[in-house]
C-alpha cells in the first residue's frame, strides 16, 4: 500500500510560499535534491572515516 506524503510547511506557516507549477522546473528539482543527498552521503562517509582513523589510533597507542 503506497504511503501518503504530507507537505512539510502548512499553507498558515510563514515559511510556506506558494509556487505555481507552472513556475516549477522538475529536473532543476530533482538536480538540487540529487546535490544535497550526494553531500550528506559525503558527510556521512567522512565521519565513519574519521571513525575508523580514531579507533585505529587508540588501538595503536596514538
Avoid: C, W
Avoid at 510563514?14 to 543527498?37: M, Q
Avoid at 571513525?51 to 597507542?61: E, P
Wanted: charged fraction near 30%.
Amino acid at each position: 500500500m503506497p504511503t501518503k506524503t504530507l507537505p512539510t510547511v502548512g499553507i498558515s506557516d510563514k515559511a510556506f510560499r506558494y509556487r505555481p507549477a507552472a513556475s516549477t522546473d522538475i529536473r532543476k528539482t530533482f538536480a538540487r535534491v540529487k546535490r544535497e543527498l550526494a553531500r550528506e552521503q559525503e558527510q556521512r562517509e567522512l565521519q565513519a572515516s574519521t571513525v575508523v582513523h580514531l579507533v585505529t589510533a587508540i588501538k595503536n597507542g596514538k
